[in-house]
């Protein structure tokens, strides 16, 4: 009687054990289906950010990084068999993933680097002769805005993403210098200016009739070394 009692007893045991990892299994899958569900959203918004910038500003990526989101698409599709998600396989998507993002940061920095070093001479050259000194640090800011990879996608004015913004900037700068009719003699006299090296000896009738024909007289000043 006591052997029978102890054996129903393991018996409900059993079935309380089976429903608790029933109940852990469940809660599991949820977590895993959550996971890889914010993992593809977040590739997903990876590959749109570098579709829009080999667009919008000719941005090449390494044929290395394209071979490395091919295979994290191909171990993503790997990672979903008969409706549920390998938890093993998803560990490593999300490590591979992690190490595609670290790489698209690294080229992206250097790509932004080299588009951005022209315009920011021009808007340090340029950028003092304009009448509205708001839109060249505005200019400034979405330059620095637009440095980091993780970013791009963010909209500072609530409609543009950062990427549109940059290469709004690029655009307008070109438009400012362009607008300002530049002869190449007054274009070297601004650039003497701006690094600080200009001399009374510089100036000529060109430079000095452009100035007035633009009413930048207020903007060009003599100073004196003193050594």
Partial sequence: MLVD???KSVTCLKRLDDAESAEQDAAKR??????????????????????SACEKLDYDP???????????????????SLGMVD??????????????NGSLSREW????RNKTEGILNKLNTFGGLMQEQNQVQQFRNRITESREWDGLSLADNGVHTRL??????????????????????VRDFIALVTRGKAKVSDLNETIVNWIQKEGLN????IGLKTN
């Fill in 30 to 51: 949820e977590k895993n289906d959550k996971e890889f569900a914010s993992l593809v959203d977040s590739f997903t918004l990876s590959i749109e950010k570098l579709s």
């Fill in 164 to 185: 549109d913004l940059l290469r709004a900037t690029i655009d307008e700068v070109a438009h400012m210098e362009e607008s300002l009719n530049l002869v190449e003699e």
């Fill in 218 to 221: 207020d903007k060009f000043v």
């Fill in 62 to 80: 390494s044929d290395e990084m394209i071979q490395d989101a091919e295979n994290v698409i191909e171990m993503m599709e790997s990672t979903v």
């Fill in 87 to 100: 938890e093993t396989k998803l560990d490593r998507v999300k490590r591979k993933s992690r190490e595609l």
């Fill in 5 to 7: 009692d102890i054996k």
């Fill in 109 to 112: 920095g250097s790509f932004h």
